[in-house]
């Protein structure tokens, strides 16, 4: 769907004035305010630019400190590389007329080259590769760091097609780097030396992520990008042929079918896809449009140029994951290694191809819980902060970037029987070892006991506080936030459902999305009385809002030390991300796995008023009784 700025005016004029008829001025405001979270992203799903062809606004890559910000690097990197490792450090892009003043001024701590054509926005172009590379000025740069005790380390991300043309530059350097394990054996040979080691291509988190700017989900189908080879890479093209040729048959039954993005469109006829899938090729993209292009289809595909090397595969295989689109490719054994065959799909057989893209393309559970295994590999596994690691471990220097922050479950109790719940939920958490600060609330317990039992299952630093029946919760949750030790706090209700994997899907969230306040507002409950599990708010998913489920309230510590958790029996989860929002802190709604609230039939205990039947007059009912394994992922 193809949205007009002139239809989006008069669409939001109408909603406007529907909110101010059936909820007033204060209805208007909340509706306004909600509509200005998030203002600065791309909010459709495509247009139709003045040349007939289909674009997608930029999207905004995000202005953060990098993560490792006393680490000093010059760098010639081309423009996706420089975007990525942009985050994890202080980052010194030299130019060849001016590096050594720049040198000079502004000490670096490491040279860091990859085989760029044209680096650093066309400024080294041929000082690499080409009849006269390496120039002069490239040359006398390494030398000059060498000199001055500056390692230099060269990451050659053409291999092995282009394993020739940057060999000579390579030379130059302490350590090289390749994408292409297989090539280990060559580099020893051609440069004498073993100080050779592999860094594959990964996802940098701050750009390459869920975020969404709108609840609505992808609304276009398959997309490809890339070009077409008619004179050579003949397995690259049949690759192609297979790959595309199904989406081509899939795509009959879709609503917006295969869409494709040349890189050459208009350009060399050895570039230009042939029918029939010249049909289907839509426009060209920057990278910029790209990122936002990755986030608005269903299902992208991927051909390999490189199938035998266990470490090689395109760098779009982890950015399109990130960003929460499946990818369909065609086999790689790098992909084997990074992925699972249920997180990235490889098909090898035109009716496989076909079938895979027609079920993604068909089924939103099958999108959502592929992608989100996969992202939280990456996250684990395959971000440029893993890579700058290796980087610094090559040049042999430390690596100053800090470890996962520290995190503490909050969980104000008032119910004797939920303790050991509460244990055993805080203790089956992996990739993470929170610290568990608990509030018996109107009772009392054996202080030992509960630490000897929180020590049996795995928890070793337990805080237990008590309060009087009469103290407020939100009083009983700031005394909790005030004893925590962890940079993050997590609150916890005693009576909910949390996956194994939730409070380090929560950091992660935390990580990517550059948010403060990082819970769900996309949930799933169930409903004791109806036994059915329940998707409420599922629209509410991947977005920067203004408020989430108070059982999934997570936060730096610092923060809820400040703004504080307003001192009520109920509400005080409504007045803490109030007060967050006022005072100029972003709150992100993350996936809507891993959490069930849960509802029992009869219970009078839970802080909040809402009936049954209004939670189901707003929910889609996804099945009968509690069906964890659909959570859990």
């Known amino acids: 769907m193809c949205v007009s700025r002139t239809g989006r005016s008069v669409d939001s004029a109408r909603r406007a004035l529907w909110h101010l008829r059936h909820g007033g001025v204060p209805q208007l405001r909340t509706w306004w305010a909600r509509r200005r979270i998030g203002s ?27 993560r490792r910000p006393g680490l000093r690097v010059g760098v010639v990197l081309d423009d996706f590389s420089r975007t990525a490792f942009a985050h994890e450090w202080d980052q010194v892009l030299l130019d060849p007329t001016t590096w050594r003043e720049t040198l000079e001024s502004t000490p670096v701590d490491l040279l860091f080259v990859e085989s760029a054509w044209a680096g650093n926005g066309g400024a080294w172009s041929y000082h690499l590769t080409g009849t006269s590379a390496p120039r002069p000025a490239f040359v006398e740069l390494v030398s000059w760091c060498r000199e001055h005790g500056v390692p230099t380390v060269f990451w050659n991300k053409e291999d092995p097609a282009h394993f020739d043309d940057f060999l000579d530059a390579a030379r130059l350097f302490d350590q090289v780097l390749t994408t292409d394990s297989t090539m280990l054996p060559a580099y020893r040979d051609a440069l004498g030396h073993d100080r050779v080691s592999t860094m594959s291509f990964a996802a940098q988190p701050a750009i390459h992520n869920p975020v969404r700017a709108h609840g609505r989900g992808p609304e276009r189908d398959v997309a490809f990008a890339g ?53 289907h090729v839509v426009g060209s993209l920057r990278y910029e449009q790209m ?66 893209v027609r079920a993604l393309v068909r089924s939103k559970e099958l999108r959502d819980r592929a992608t989100h295994r996969a992202q939280r590999r990456i996250w684990s596994e395959h971000t440029y902060g893993h890579r700058v690691g290796q980087v610094l471990a090559a040049a042999g220097l430390d690596d100053p970037a800090l470890a996962r922050p520290s995190i503490t479950a909050i969980v104000s109790t008032n119910r004797p029987h939920q303790v050991d719940h509460v244990l055993r939920t805080v203790a089956a958490q992996v990739g993470v070892r929170p610290q568990l600060a608990m509030l018996t609330h109107g009772f009392d317990v054996d202080r030992a006991s509960i630490r000897a039992a929180a020590h049996d299952l795995g928890i070793d630093d337990v805080v237990l506080l008590d309060a009087d029946q009469d103290v407020p919760l939100g009083a009983c949750l700031n005394l909790l936030v005030d004893a925590a030790d962890g940079e993050v706090v997590a609150k916890m209700d005693d009576d909910d459902l949390y996956g194994p994997h939730y409070l380090s899907d929560q950091l992660y969230a935390m990580d990517y999305s550059g948010a403060d306040v990082v819970g769900k507002q996309a949930h799933y409950v169930h409903l004791g009385s109806a036994d059915v599990l329940a998707l409420r708010s599922g629209d509410r998913e991947h977005r920067l809002t203004d408020r989430v489920m108070g059982p999934t309230i997570t936060c730096s510590r610092n923060l809820a030390r400040v703004v504080r958790f307003p001192p009520l029996r109920s509400g005080e989860d409504t007045g803490f991300l109030v007060s967050s929002l006022a005072a100029g802190s972003s709150i992100y709604s993350a996936d809507r796995f891993n959490f069930v609230q849960v509802r029992r039939p009869g219970s009078f205990a839970h802080t909040w008023t809402v009936s049954d039947a209004e939670i189901l007059a707003g929910s889609d009912v996804q099945v009968a009784g509690l069906a964890l394994g659909h959570v859990m992922v």
């Not at 690259?236 to 993005?261: C, K, N, P, V, Y």
Request: charged fraction near 25%.
């Open 40 to 66: 600065g992203l791309p909010a459709t799903s495509g247009r139709t630019d003045r040349h007939g062809r289909l674009a997608f606004d930029a999207w905004p890559v995000p202005e953060r400190d990098p």
């Open 227 to 279: 070009m077409y080879f008619t004179h050579r890479y003949p397995e690259r093209r049949e690759q192609m042929d297979l790959l595309l040729g199904a989406a081509h048959r899939a795509g009959a039954r879709m609503s917006t079918g295969l869409e494709i993005f040349s890189r050459q469109l208009g350009g060399d006829p050895r570039y230009q896809f042939p029918e029939p899938f010249a049909q």
């Open 291 to 356: 990122l936002t292009a990755y986030r608005e289809y269903k299902v992208f595909l991927n051909v390999n140029s490189v199938v035998g090397s266990p470490s090689m595969c395109a760098r779009r295989i982890f950015e399109i994951t990130a960003c929460g689109t499946p990818v369909v490719s065609t086999p790689s054994a790098a992909i084997d290694a990074f992925f699972p065959p249920d997180e990235v799909f490889t098909v090898s057989e035109a009716a496989e191809a076909e079938h895979t």
